[in-house]
């Protein structure tokens, strides 16, 4: 049984207030025990620090955790909370965090920064080095009891780097949701001239057949890479779609009526302790209008 919690990060903003919301109905349906994080501003954790040079003092007050369980308080239907209060640099503080966690939930930007900016520096930071999977909750996407529950999990599956335990994030995810999972496959690949003249690309599901062989030899592949996961989630009803290139394009058009994406984190490294943040998962974290799960394979550990 996985007793690792599902982690969320708060500071606040309606940003980081909203992926509370959708990380309250996670940590519900996976049983799992609520931590609600907050990194302690940087005058806070200056304060803290002169404070115990003096001996011991009164305990620290958090006026963020503290609103938060106020707003809490009395609340159905809540799994088991628990709050903590971190010092240090926000990415680091979190990366820490996340070593012991099921996922870590956090807004798509918080407090500082340009208010124009999609996607804060924390958020990306923390998505492309976390240990565990990082789900980033843009302002506007459905969270809570106004999330669709019709609203299906999206993969973006890569024959080529996907790791496993990203496709079992994404099993995991829509069982416990009780909806269906699309994976979205795409090959770098021009569409036949006569579906061009014709005015009919993109159509709106491919068929592979008029793609010809190769494109059939990427159905095949597919499939044989979900089969084990389709075995062991037979409950999942599974959508297998693959699509011409543009693959962060497909997933982000995805996005408006899905519930979540769930894409891999790049497994190759520019240099050892580093890792690149594929530039799918850049895009769609960017650009898409629902969560977005980003998980890292095993071994990135």
Not at 38 to 47: G, R, S
Not at 131 to 154: I, M
Request: glycine fraction near 8%; aromatic fraction near 4%.
């Amino acid at each position: 049984m996985d007793t690792r919690p599902v982690v969320v990060a708060v500071d606040g903003s309606e940003h980081s207030l909203r992926a509370l919301e959708w990380a309250i109905p996670t940590a519900r349906r996976r049983a799992a025990d609520l931590v609600i994080a907050h990194v302690l501003p940087d005058h806070t954790q200056l304060w803290t620090a002169r404070r115990s040079a003096l001996g011991p003092g009164p305990e620290l007050n958090d006026p963020v955790t503290n609103r938060v369980r106020a707003a809490l308080s009395g609340r159905d239907g809540l799994p088991s909370v628990r709050f903590d209060s971190l010092e240090g640099e926000v990415a680091d503080a979190l990366h820490g965090l996340g070593a012991g966690a099921r996922m870590l939930v956090l807004g798509s930007r918080g407090r500082g920064g340009f208010a124009s900016l999609l996607l804060g520096s924390n958020s990306l930071a923390v998505a492309t080095r976390a240990p565990c999977p990082v789900v980033v909750v843009p302002r506007l996407a459905r969270t809570g009891e106004d999330e669709r529950a019709t609203g299906r999990v999206v993969l973006g599956l890569d024959l080529g780097d996907t790791a496993d335990d990203v496709i079992a994030f994404a099993f995991e995810d829509a069982s416990s949701r009780g909806v269906p999972l699309q994976v979205i496959s795409a090959y770098p690949a021009t569409p036949p001239a006569a579906l061009m003249v014709a005015g009919e690309f993109p159509p709106g599901r491919l068929d592979v057949d008029q793609y010809g062989p190769g494109e059939r030899d990427v159905r095949r592949e597919q499939a044989e890479r979900l089969r084990p996961f389709a075995e062991r989630f037979p409950a999942v009803e599974v959508d297998a779609v693959i699509a011409p290139a543009d693959a962060a394009g497909h997933l982000v058009d995805a996005s408006a009526s899905a519930a979540l994406i769930v894409v891999g984190r790049h497994r190759r490294r520019l240099k050892p302790g580093s890792l690149l943040m594929g530039s799918v998962a850049h895009a769609v974290l960017h650009h898409a209008e629902c969560p977005v799960a980003v998980v890292p394979a095993t071994d990135d550990d």
